[in-house]
């Protein structure tokens, strides 16, 4: 069965850092393209950044230059890595994963930042 499992949200002051990592289990496969989006309450789900599986990124033009994503390979595990952190980034964030076709979600960490 496959599962990506996320780990490293918490709370956090404004202007604060915070690195998400998400890793893949129950499959040898690399997967295609994985990104990372974020829920705030209240609101829709919305995308954060994305990698390819060959390591083109993108990013929503509110997390450029704060935010940074990156992935091993080898372990199967996609990164996020949050800096200034703003109490607008307070949200749940997911992990999301595209192997044959079929879209991966984990579970969501939380993450709050403190003003």
């Known amino acids: 069965q496959v599962q990506l499992v996320e780990s490293g949200g918490g709370l956090v002051q404004a202007g604060g850092s915070l690195r998400l990592s998400c890793a893949a289990s129950?499959?040898?496969?690399?997967?295609?393209?994985m990104g990372w989006y974020r829920q705030a309450p209240g609101k829709q789900r919305e995308s954060v950044a994305s990698?390819?599986?060959?390591?083109?990124?993108n990013y929503a033009d509110y997390v450029k230059g704060r935010f940074t994503i990156s992935r091993d390979h080898a372990k199967n595990t996609v990164y996020l890595q949050m800096n200034s952190l703003k109490p607008d980034d307070t949200a749940v964030y997911y992990c999301?994963?595209?192997?044959?076709?079929?879209?991966?979600w984990g579970q969501g960490t939380q993450v709050t930042v403190s003003s």
């Open positions: 999301n994963g595209n192997l044959f076709r079929t879209d991966y």
């Open positions: 129950g499959t040898i496969f690399s997967f295609n393209a």
């Open positions: 990698i390819s599986s060959g390591s083109m990124t």
